[in-house]
């Protein structure tokens, strides 16, 4: 948050209140009944003119601006109510013909907040203690000028004595009205504000002058007693950024962590700050802030990799032009990698935790059976298709496997860097040259595939394009695990989960059998998923069924998990009466190699470059 003093405000207010500039207030007040009332005055000119809701949501990656929850549209001129004619193709544009002599038009609308939800941030954001404010969601925009030439004067009411923060510069604050400095609807949209009764502001320190807060709303003040130790390893972020990337792209940034089990769960990248959902005791239950431990450093890097370098094909310019997913796996998958190599430098996680979390996702990549037919750059360009796929046969659709994958694909090229220069070169030169760049207020830098593997050359020479294009479009039965292997250790499975897994099946609130039964069932007896080339399914056993008896008893998570441990020593095959819709019938599995969990073991005759990898960089 920042103030700007009260001559600096009234000088913005003389500059900006020209009719070239679009006044927005929401009023938030009512924001407890999921709705939000929204005025705006916009400039206008005479004769016919096209009002847009943002549709392609940056860091979304799909065309899913929530337009269907814009409710109460009323548009004036000079006090007289004007028609608006809704595109019959593009369900996003508003027609209207302004009439002669109006300069200024007066818009009025609601907003539906939805109650909860799955999806991102048109999913569930509001509770009865706290709401996510998305600006993308609450304006309309001429059709015709660049969002980043148009200026957005926002004014916002907050609930009576909730607290709030944003990365959004604010001008004055009176009571619960909050006066925003003028900013380019760009920069506008990119800045969300979260608001709640509950709120905690920890600053996170500062780095050459640029500040650093977690901005904390929950639905209780339990859920925001963080650990001195867990603010500890977010300063350690901090820091592991700056010697990582060697600069930084905003004038200060904001984690706005909403903590709640009635939002949608998830984390969206913005060049100053980040709205990162998760459940309400995920700071205070030791499971929990294991399984969510690299979102806040996946989301902060984002602010380097996706904001200031983003794909050309995703750098539209506006929200209305469709995006290109193609070099989703720098995007997503590299930040992947980042955020999950700075968990461990900055303390989040142990390296064991680490190597653990590490084979969970290469066992579930190596044994995807969709591999044989889609290559991983498909899943990039399909991106936009696959956020929304179910969970069912997800592992023969293949989901959107450029994040854990891409976690895969850079640890080959952080290790193959290491290896070709001797230890003398490794992927956080690569980091520096290609996303440091100057420090500065947000600034977008495009790239294409041919500007990645030339960054890359510049560090260490090799055939990167080969490297690259092999990987990606493979559709060979395993997964690229030369990282871990060549960074010395091996993926192995044994009948001894790790801890992390024990956090892993808690948080999920499922069975995961995928390397026995070849099968997923939530705590509650759904099957989630069966593995198409596993035994479940070749029992006859289909996914989103529900698991009622296991060997002629009721179904439990530790009857099911029992009952795996023992067919290592007995030769009766396995019983699962199995309920699809109305109907019940019990399967046979003939399997007697007991419960099977990934890990990965040390390879002593191979340098262990993995653990250089994650040691961290900062100095002490
Ligand atoms: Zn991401």
């Not at 050309?312 to 930040?335: Q, R």
């Not at 190597?355 to 899943?379: F, I, K, N, Y």
């Not at 808690?506 to 995961?512: A, H, I, Q, R, S």
Request: charged share 20%; hydrophobic share 35%.
């Amino acid at each position: 948050m920042r103030l700007f003093s009260a001559a600096a405000f009234l000088a913005c207010l003389r500059l900006y209140s020209q009719t070239d500039t679009i006044q927005l207030h929401v009023d938030a007040t009512d924001v407890t009944s999921r709705l939000y009332h929204i005025r705006m005055t916009l400039p206008a000119k005479t004769g016919p003119m096209t009002l847009l809701y943002p549709k392609w949501i940056p860091g979304e990656h799909m065309p899913n601006g929530p337009i269907a929850d814009l409710v109460g549209l009323k548009i004036q001129a000079g006090g007289q109510t004007i028609p608006w004619r809704r595109d019959s193709v593009n369900m996003f544009a508003f027609h209207i013909d302004v009439p002669a002599g109006a300069s200024t038009l007066d818009v009025a609308f609601d907003f539906i907040a939805p109650p909860e939800t799955g999806g991102f941030s048109s999913g569930s954001s509001t509770t009865p203690q706290l709401a996510v404010l998305s600006w993308n969601q609450l304006i309309l925009y001429p059709e015709g000028i660049p969002p980043d030439q148009i200026q957005a004067h926002a004014t916002l009411r907050v609930p009576d004595s909730w607290r709030y923060g944003t990365a959004l510069p604010i001008a004055h604050e009176s009571g619960n009205e909050i006066d925003f400095a003028p900013a380019p609807l760009t920069t506008l949209i990119d800045s969300p504000l979260s608001m709640g009764r509950h709120y905690r502001t920890i600053e996170l320190g500062s780095d050459n002058g640029i500040p650093h807060y977690l901005n904390l709303a929950a639905d209780s003040d339990r859920a925001m007693e963080l650990s001195p130790e867990l603010i500890t390893e977010y300063k350690n972020l901090v820091a592991e950024t700056g010697a990582l990337y060697g600069s930084r792209h905003y004038r200060d940034y904001h984690f706005l962590l909403t903590l709640s089990d009635h939002v949608a769960h998830f984390g969206l990248e913005h060049h100053e700050s980040s709205d990162d959902r998760v459940g309400e005791r995920t700071l205070i239950d030791d499971a929990s802030r294991k399984i969510e431990a690299s979102l806040l450093p996946h989301e902060f890097t984002h602010s380097w990799n996706g904001k200031y370098r983003r794909p050309a094909g995703l750098a539209t310019g506006n929200y209305e032009s469709p995006m290109k997913g193609d070099l989703l796996w720098v995007y997503e998958g590299l930040t992947n990698y980042l955020g999950e190599i700075l968990t461990p430098r900055s303390g989040l996680l142990t390296p064991e935790e680490f190597r653990d979390a590490l084979a969970v996702t290469a066992a579930q990549l190596d044994t995807e059976s969709g591999r044989a037919w889609r290559p991983l750059e498909d899943t990039a360009v399909a991106a936009q298709i696959l956020y929304d796929s179910r969970e069912d046969y997800t592992e023969y659709r293949r989901s959107v496997d450029y994040y854990p994958e891409g976690t895969l694909i850079w640890l080959d090229a952080d290790v193959t860097i290491r290896q070709l220069s001797k230890g003398s070169k490794s992927l956080n030169d690569f980091c520096r040259l290609f996303l440091g760049g100057e420090s500065g207020k947000p600034a977008l830098k495009p790239y294409t595939f041919e500007d990645v593997v030339a960054a890359l050359n510049a560090v260490q020479p090799h055939d990167w394009a080969g490297f690259l294009n092999k990987r990606l479009r493979s559709t060979e039965p395993h997964a690229p695990l030369g990282g871990i292997e060549n960074g010395g250790w091996r993926l192995v499975y044994n009948e001894k989960a790790s801890d992390y897994w024990h956090a892993y099946e808690t948080e999920k609130k499922l069975v995961d059998l995928s390397y026995s039964l070849g099968m997923l069932v939530s705590e509650d007896g759904m099957i989630a998923n069966v593995l198409y080339n596993g035994l479940a399914r070749k029992a006859g056993v289909a996914p989103a069924t529900r698991l009622v008896a296991v060997n002629g008893r009721q179904y439990s998570p530790t009857l099911l998990r029992e009952t795996v441990d023992a067919t290592a020593k007995n030769s009766n095959p396995l019983e699962l009466l199995i309920r699809d819709g109305d109907f019940y019938k019990t399967y046979r599995i003939d399997y007697h190699g007991g419960p099977k969990y990934p890990h990965l073991e040390r390879v002593d005759e191979k340098a262990d470059l993995l653990s250089a990898i994650i040691a961290p960089l900062r100095k002490p």
